[in-house]
């Protein structure tokens, strides 16, 4: 409990340490923010346009995909909200050696490594996110109860863990390759997945790859499915499941790459 | 030309030192490919023609895209030279009769030639997927149109990377305005979906701008969406906004050395 406390407040305080550089370049964040946004409207505009050439895609209506496009969103808002920057950078200070840096700092060095910026603009479009799942709800006629809303925002959660565990494993690839630049576009690559109904994967390989191997599916689709269809036990289960897997993935590479971490010289 | 030649081999060396970058990078590049063909395929479930096209002819179009930006795309040529002009590397081309812009373009064309071959590898690896969906038209006009339309894309993603690597000299921070700009270059550029799949009226509105010129316009040439009075005409538009952003990188460069301080020994 007191690891956790201590954890609780070395968070916190690069909360506030995020706040006031975020507040010192305004401007930036105002750009930041505009990106973002940006990067939403098109994902809703392709959606738009695929949907005035047909009704249904693998079974689900327009507003059906918007809400599961709005969950993608949202999970992926909170990752660059909490932790892209800090993970982002650690290819680079990798190899620059400033990776040497949270070594020396009083914490777990992924902890200290991925925890040490917030974005705010990241952070203020998962408003816009949300606002997404909301409007499509609403448009679907659903009522969700109190426990459909916990249930949602557990999953979401669950989202968030595996989407760190995935870009972890990517930018640690830089402990062994010259330069990590450009690995993170593998994992955008990756996590399109997330915007596509579980019904388009037929059974085979793909399905086998991407729903339960990588569970880049599963991640958006199974709190989409609360919202729409309840609790499901399967869906539920899997996802904490895959969670739990994907983070021990996660922090077994990255230590296994620190292993081989020499400073300026790696 | 001499020393833009030997810009262009040390390019193509440093460029080989990160050659597993770029063989991971269009390896992953791959998932792409499958994530189009089971998203199109289940958008196509049920639906022989999607705005007068069928399955075949959209994964053909999206597999001649992905090819293309391996070897026409601009990736972080921005960032690189907003790097030297912030880490003030520029200096030493300043001092020396070489040109910016030439020097820069040299670079660019050996990290295409590596990134495109190894392209080529990604898509050796997929064909065997893919080859029972690829329609190509057999047409002889779009080979010899394509190849140019290809070269001026290569030119126009060039020099708006250029343009946005320069504004370097007035900002310190130039990635949001990158990404920002990719953001309206993937869309209108074709890479989401096919351009034609838009209303009509805003198609015509979005075939005069550069970015239709990004991506889409040579791919829909190669892969037989657009006709051959279309293409020639979308040609001569094409090398007009080429040299319109050629220019434009050229003010802006000059503009910005106005602003710019070299300091140090």
């Known amino acids: ?103 020396a700092q009083p914490g777990d060095p992924l902890f200290m490594a991925s925890t040490r910026k917030l974005e705010m603009d990241g952070l203020l479009n998962s408003f816009v996110a949300a606002g997404l799942v909301v409007y ?28 760190y565990s995935a870009l972890v494993m990517s930018m640690s690839l830089s402990f062994w390759i010259t330069s990590s630049q450009g690995v993170e576009g593998s994992y955008f690559t990756l996590m399109e997945f997330s915007r596509i109904p579980r019904e388009a994967f037929s059974k085979g390989l793909a399905s086998a790859l991407f729903v339960w191997v990588l569970p880049v599916v599963v991640v958006s689709n199974a709190p989409a499915r609360v919202m729409l269809h309840g609790f499901e036990p399967s869906w539920a ?28 010289s790696s | 030309m001499l020393k833009y030649r030997h810009a262009f081999v040390v390019g193509l060396q440093s460029n080989l030192v990160y050659r597993w970058n770029f063989a991971a990078r269009s390896l ?12 199109w395929g289940a958008i196509y479930a049920g639906n022989a023609s999607i705005g007068g096209y069928g399955f075949a002819q959209t994964l053909t179009y999206f597999v001649a895209l992905f090819v293309l930006q391996f070897f026409i795309g601009a990736f972080n040529e921005d960032y690189q030279i907003s790097e030297d002009i ?42 065997p997927f893919f080859r029972g969906y690829l329609v190509l038209p057999h047409d002889g006009w779009r080979i010899a149109l394509g190849i140019p339309a290809m070269a001026l894309t290569a030119l126009i993603q060039f020099s708006i990377a250029y343009c946005f690597g320069m504004l370097a000299f007035w900002f310190l921070e130039i990635q949001g305005f990158v990404i920002l ?29 550069p970015f239709y010129y990004q991506a889409y316009f040579p791919t829909a040439i190669l892969t037989g969406r657009i006709g051959l009075a279309a ?35």
């Open chain 1, 136 to 163: 499509s709800a609403r448009r679907l006629g659903l009522h969700p109860g109190p426990s459909d809303l916990a249930l949602y925002a557990c999953m979401v959660a669950c989202g968030v863990v595996i989407h």
């Open chain 2, 28 to 39: 992953f590049s791959i998932f792409h490919l499958v994530f189009i063909f089971i998203f």
């Open chain 2, 86 to 127: 912030r880490n003030g590397l520029i200096n030493q081309f300043l001092l020396k009769p070489i040109n910016y812009f030439a020097y820069r373009l040299s670079v660019f064309a050996s990290a295409r030639v590596v990134s495109g071959a190894l392209g080529l590898v990604a898509l050796g690896v997929a064909l």
């Open chain 2, 231 to 265: 293409a020639a005409r979308g040609l001569a538009v094409q090398a007009l906004w080429a040299a319109v952003l050629v220019c434009v990188a050229e003010a802006v460069w000059l503009r910005g050395l106005r602003r710019h301080t070299a300091a140090g020994g």
């Open chain 1, 1 to 103: 409990m007191t690891n956790l406390s201590r954890y609780l407040r070395i968070w916190l305080a690069s909360t506030r340490y995020s706040l006031v550089r975020t507040m010192m370049f305004r401007g930036d964040l105002f750009i930041w923010a505009l990106v973002e946004l940006f990067w939403i409207s098109v994902n809703v505009l392709m959606i738009e346009v695929v949907y005035s050439h047909t009704s249904t895609v693998a079974g689900w209506s327009k507003y059906e995909m918007l809400l599961l496009a709005g969950t993608s969103m949202l999970i992926q808002r909170f990752l660059m909200g909490f932790f892209w920057s800090g993970i982002f950078e650690m290819g680079r200070n990798v190899r620059s050696g400033a990776f040497d840096f949270f070594l």
């Open chain 1, 237 to 264: 289960l899997g996802l904490c499941a895959a969670t739990l897997v994907w983070f021990a993935l996660a922090v077994a590479v990255f230590r296994s790459g620190l292993r081989r971490y020499t400073s300026a």
């Open chain 2, 181 to 209: 700009s990719m953001a309206v270059e993937t869309v209108l550029g074709g890479q989401f979906f096919p351009l034609d799949l838009l209303p009509p009226a805003v198609f015509r509105a979005v075939s005069y701008l």
